[in-house]
């Protein structure tokens, strides 16, 4: 069984920045894709930014050049850097990991961006 705890959640003010951590644990293949989703009140969740076991990453357009993508393999620990942070990324933050047909979620870590 995978399990997947986000943390580094928090209030920052605009323009800060954030980082956020999500720890793997269970039987973590190396061929995988983490991604991290964010979902606003009233508002679906959207895949906001996927890291490939391979390197390859995407970003959203509201995020992209803000928002960096990382994973740490040996320690099966994935990583979500914000930066320039804007009040309209308020939001509940998941991260998610893709192991074959397996697909797996974190329990959300809130971040508040205060104009």
């Known amino acids: 069984q995978v399990q997947l705890v986000e943390s580094g959640g928090g209030l920052v003010q605009a323009g800060g920045s954030l980082t956020l951590s999500c720890a793997a644990s269970?039987?973590?293949?190396?061929?995988?894709?983490m991604g991290w989703y964010r979902q606003a009140p009233g508002k679906q969740r959207e895949l906001i930014a996927s890291?490939?076991?391979?390197?390859?990453?995407n970003y959203a357009e509201s995020v992209k050049g803000r928002f960096t993508i990382s994973r740490d393999n040996a320690k099966n620990t994935g990583l979500l850097t914000m930066n320039n942070l804007k009040p309209e990324d308020t939001a509940v933050y998941y991260c998610?990991?893709?192991?074959?047909?397996?697909?797996?979620w974190g329990q959300g870590t809130q971040v508040t961006v205060s104009s």
């Open positions: 998610n990991l893709r192991i074959g047909s397996g697909v797996y």
């Open positions: 269970g039987y973590i293949s190396i061929f995988n894709t």
């Open positions: 890291r490939t076991s391979s390197g390859n990453t």
